[in-house]
Nanobody
Framework: QVQLVESGGGLVQAGGSLRLSCTVT????????LGWYRQVPGKQRDVVAT???????NYADSVMGRFTISRVNAKNTVYLQMNGLKPEDTAVYYC???????????????WGQGTQVTVSS
């Protein structure tokens, strides 16, 4: 059974920083593509950043240069370092794990429970 447990959300002022963590149970962590998504009420869940098993990263244009995704396979953990936070970054942030064959469009991916990030102006 694969489970994802997120932590690190909270309330921060504009310009501040937060680091989100997502720990994944199971021994197949190193095979997963991992990602952070975010969602605000009434809108779809959007991708923020992804990282492959080889360490390749991609970012949404809105967070490029401010956010950094990283992974530590020995700890089964993926991180999202968020700097220069803006009020528009306010959302529930979700961690996602999946195999390359399904991550970008298929069933069988795994999601965390979500963690709230609130940025005040």
């Amino acid at each position: 059974q694969v489970q994802l447990v997120e932590s690190g959300g909270g309330l921060v002022q504009a310009g501040g920083s937060l680091r989100l963590s997502c720990t994944v149970t199971g021994s197949i962590f190193r095979l997963f593509i991992l990602g952070w998504y975010r969602q605000v009420p009434g809108k779809q869940r959007d991708v923020v950043a992804t990282i492959t098993s080889g360490g390749g990263t991609n970012y949404a244009d809105s967070v490029m240069g401010r956010f950094t995704i990283s992974r530590v396979n020995a700890k089964n953990t993926v991180y999202l370092q968020m700097n220069g936070l803006k009020p528009e970054d306010t959302a529930v942030y979700y961690c996602k794990a999946g195999f390359p064959s399904t991550f970008y469009g298929g069933a069988g991916n795994y999601w965390g429970q979500g963690t709230q990030v609130t940025v005040s102006s």
